[in-house]
């Protein structure tokens, strides 16, 4: 921008400003229009003073813009953060930064402030996966950059924390049912009470709903992919694959989803019980190298199942004017299967040559107390001090069967079971020096049995400048602990355990600029982060293949086998900017979020190379205009993501180097109150995906062979309506 | 007599547990707006009444209610009542914020009365006494303003709820009726409403 555009510019903001601030009602809108955020220092407070940049995505923005799971309201509605979805769990990031099939772990995610990354692979998924009933979502708060000086491990990327609806917003019996035409149904019951409870005021919100989805068909291939590595013969896919030796054809049975899930909050005085059920199964369509390594074509019996059951118990107290105390007692019961079949000799176990069908089990259990005390030193909030102390055990159990086709005998590898327990304390101190500044320096320890230990700092300052500007400046650190598969799964053909990890690390600078002109906001802002240690599984050298196989880690006949090792840097820079706001009595609603971001992952005595699936250059615009009076509101949102290497760019040899395109997603949603039935209301929408493919490469074929030196990539769903009915009684 | 005299133990036991479980269900009111937003709303919200200058005088006092011995309640006003002094002013006028333990309805209008106070702010902690409160102050010539959003329904004219991590305006227009608080129109479509 040249010196004069600049000027320019500062002078029409002003000039806005002033004639903003002449407005009152103006004034009191953009009041009504400011954010309050929670989940960034654990108090509320608005999202111009928090100490982290944050995107507040309302109950209402979710039903205007026909949202309807977290990595939708990611894409379209957030700041700084991505999702992109290769039919299976969604993968997120921020900033630039996606680390792909991580399964969620660089992301915390929270649901009423209890986490539901699960314990033995860090799992968190983003999609309707997660299992959250969505009419309960009262907010999401979506806090970017590292996290973990209050919450500890996987809160690298950022900490995403669904908050659900009082009783008073979410009152009555609530009967809904949606479709995406003609591919899954979701119906949904809620009910929310005010009432007496033992002489006392309560409330009970809950919400049940199933989900379920097949399809849409793809079609794959064909992919030649030669001959069986121990038959010799050409390798078996199944029936429903092309053929002998080639892998692909229609899908039909292996893309679906069943999600039955059950959300219910309990408040009572002082006390909050809150509770969460879910399963989580679903089948992907193809072979990748994320999920599904291995198996037949189409066949709908491979698939992975999730179990949680999550109880949060918490109970605070007022002691004094100074200092409040809050509990927390909180279990989690969670376990994985991976189911799949493979009538390939390769894909099993020695002499398992007529297939088999392999599972892969992980269970965790854990079991948590936390302590908090706030002391407001001058009643006032200009001096606050937190402390806290988090205790937890967990059990972890995993292992993975071999069922062979033909004699059903079984054969496990990698068997591992082992108690694990967690202490953290961390502190806060905030302190506001007149009405202008407002400072927050924390930092928490962590000592985990599994890795050792882990201190996150964090620092911010803000800087009210004038009326309605706010300057941001922010250090962070953050940490994820190594999961307990990457730490001790083993088997004798494919993989040697880890024999120490030490927690991935990521620290992160960012400035900010914000200005609100009445019910309008304009943000700024810069970052850089370092991140170190990242775990990845890489080969064995022949002299480490060797001595493991000496040592009996490996079978004899393993002629390549890997192990997850502290390997990776990343160093990562960039802007994003935003802009949001409302007028026409805030009926007509828009905001712009862009980021850029420039992205380098490295390993040791290797040059820098960019970050696969991750787009440098992503974000999103949305305009909605509630027409009123029994009419409906119409909202038109989309999304772009920059091109993309493919996940397999950098490692697989393909000609040409495999990218997704410029990604543009559109959906246009109609919404409001149905005329004439009272309670009853509709949402419909429509999105459009400008592109056929995804930046995953699918089937078996993860790398070039001469028969098939180009990738093929996953493809993606380009057009669905969506229709919805909710009847409030 | 055993039996009897572990009877009478196990009862005391059980009221015991029965009081603590109440003293700690008892307490239940949660300041949902941050309590700078508050005094912030509070200013612009007294702007668009249009008995509030009339009302006032020369400084718009604001009585901040606060009942003794409830720990939220003390911190709640000593935090509001450091805010509105550092407001520059309130509908234009200096705003003079004075801390009123509560004790009773009665004193609270005499108080009110006497100080010729604009705003009376309630702290939490009066959720009992608020249709008392609501009552007393019928035909009284003040502003209302509670901290709980809850207050609103039971006879407080202006409140402030969080719905969707953003602040809402709540109006008792009856309540304000018969506290002579006559607001705009502009206000109103800002509010929801409560007849």
């Known amino acids: 921008m040249s010196r004069r555009a600049f000027f320019s510019t500062v002078a029409a903001a002003t000039l806005f400003a002033a004639s903003a601030r002449a407005d009152d009602a103006s004034d009191l809108e953009g009041l009504l229009e400011q954010t309050v955020v929670e989940t960034a220092s654990q108090t509320a407070e608005t999202s111009s003073t928090a100490p982290a940049t944050s995107t507040i995505v309302t109950a209402e923005d979710l039903r205007r813009h026909g949202i309807r799971s977290l990595d939708e309201a990611i894409n379209f509605l957030s700041l700084g953060m991505m999702a992109t979805s290769p039919l299976h769990s969604v993968e997120v990031g921020a900033r630039g930064v996606l680390l792909t099939s991580d399964y969620g772990n660089h992301m915390l995610l929270l649901v009423d402030g209890h986490v539901m990354n699960e314990q033995w692979d860090g799992t968190a998924y983003f999609e309707r996966g997660a299992g959250i009933p969505f009419e309960l979502i009262d907010r999401v708060e979506l806090i970017l950059g590292p996290g973990s000086v209050l919450y500890g491990s996987n809160a690298m990327l950022g900490v995403i924390n669904v908050i659900t609806k009082r009783a008073k917003d979410f009152a009555g019996g609530h009967a809904i049912v949606e479709a995406d035409v003609p591919t899954s149904l979701r119906m949904a019951l809620g009910y929310g009470r005010e009432f007496r409870l033992l002489g006392v005021d309560a409330e009970l919100t809950v919400q049940a709903e199933y989900y379920t989805q097949n399809g849409p068909t793809f079609t794959f291939g064909p992919q030649p992919y030669g001959a069986d590595a121990v038959t010799g013969a050409p390798k078996n896919f199944g029936p429903r694959s092309t053929g002998p030796g080639v892998w692909g054809g229609r899908s039909e049975n292996t893309y679906y989803t069943r999600i039955p899930s059950v959300y219910a909050r309990l408040v009572a005085g002082e006390f909050e019980v809150s509770t969460r059920a879910t399963s989580y199964k679903r089948a992907t369509p193809y072979i990748n190298g994320i999920n599904l390594n291995l198996g037949d074509f189409d066949d709908p019996s491979s698939y992975e199942v999730e179990r949680w059951l999550s109880l949060d118990v918490r109970h605070k107290r007022a002691l004094s004017s100074v200092v409040d105390l809050r509990t927390r007692l909180y279990g989690d019961v969670y376990d994985y299967r991976e189911y799949e079949t493979s009538s390939a000799a390769e894909d099993c176990l020695p002499g398992q040559t007529a297939g088999c069908r392999r599972t892969i089990f992980g269970t965790s259990r854990w079991t948590g107390l936390e302590l908090q005390g706030t002391f407001d030193w001058l009643k006032d909030g200009s001096l606050v001090s937190l402390v806290g102390v988090d205790g937890r055990l967990r059990h972890i159990e995993q292992r993975t069967d071999f069922v062979d086709a033909a004699s059903t005998a079984v054969s496990t590898l990698g068997r591992d079971s082992r108690n694990e327990g967690l202490a953290a304390v961390y502190a806060q101190q905030t302190a506001r020096l007149g009405r202008a500044i407002g400072l927050n320096a924390g930092v928490r320890f962590d000592a985990d049995e599994r890795f050792g230990t882990a201190l996150s700092p964090r620092a911010a300052a803000t800087w009210s400048t004038w009326d309605g500007g706010t300057l941001k400046a922010i250090y962070a650190e953050a940490f994820r602990a190594p999961t307990a598969y990457e730490l001790y799964y083993a088997d004798p053909a494919t993989e040697v355990s880890a024999t120490s990890l030490r927690p991935e690390h990521v620290r992160s600078v960012e400035g900010s600029f914000e200005q609100r002109f009445g019910a309008q906001r304009v943000f700024m802002g810069v970052f850089r982060s370092w991140w170190k240690d990242l775990i990845s599984l890489e080969p064995l050298s022949p002299g480490e293949l060797a001595q493991a196989t000496a040592s009996g880690q490996l079978g004899t006949t393993a002629a390549l086998a890997y192990q997850y090792r502290n390997e990776a840097s990343l160093d990562d820079y960039g802007w994003n900017g935003a802009y949001e706001g409302a007028a026409v009595d805030r009926r007509l609603r828009y905001g712009l979020n862009v980021t850029g971001s420039y992205a380098r992952k490295s390993h040791p005595d290797a040059p820098s190379t960019p970050l696969t699936v991750a787009p440098q250059l992503f974000g999103n615009a949305r305009v909605s205009y509630d027409l009123r009076g029994g009419w409906p509101t119409l909202a038109l949102a989309g999304y772009a993501h920059g091109r993309a290497l493919a996940d397999r760019a950098l490692d697989g040899g393909f000609t040409p180097v495999p990218r997704s395109p410029v990604q543009l997603v559109l959906r246009g949603t109609v919404s409001g109150p149905m005329p004439g039935v009272r309670g009853l209301s509709y949402r419909a929408s429509a999105t459009w995906s400008g592109v056929s493919h995804t930046a995953y490469v699918a089937g078996p074929n993860q790398a070039a062979t001469p028969q098939q030196p180009a990738a093929e990539l996953a493809p993606v769903d380009r057009f669905r309506t969506t229709v919805g009915l909710q009847y409030d009684f | ?195």
């Open chain 2, 1 to 195: 007599m055993r039996g009897p005299c572990l009877s009478r133990r196990r009862s005391l036991q059980l009221a015991l547990g029965w009081a603590v479980l109440r003293e700690g269900l008892a307490r239940a009111e949660d300041v949902t707006v941050p309590l700078d937003l508050q005094v912030e709303l509070l200013a612009k919200v007294a702007a668009y009444d249009r008995n509030f200058a009339a009302r006032a005088g020369t400084e718009a006092r604001c009585l901040i209610v606060r009942r003794p011995g409830v720990a939220e309640s003390a911190r709640v006003s000593t935090h509001v009542h450091k805010a509105i002094g550092g407001l520059s002013a309130i509908a234009g006028l200096p705003a003079v914020p004075v801390l009123v333990d509560w004790s009773g309805p009665a004193a609270l209008k005499e108080t009110i009365k006497a100080q010729r106070a604009a705003i009376a702010y309630l702290a939490p902690g009066l959720g009992d006494d608020v249709e008392s409160i609501a009552a007393a102050l019928d035909g009284v010539d003040v502003l209302s303003v509670a901290a709980i959003a809850s207050y609103v329904a039971k006879g407080v004219v202006v409140g402030f709820d969080l719905v969707s991590g953003k602040p809402k305006l709540i109006v008792h227009l009856g309540q304000a009726k018969k506290q002579n608080v006559a607001f705009k129109a502009e206000l109103l479509k800002m509010a929801r409403v409560i007849e």
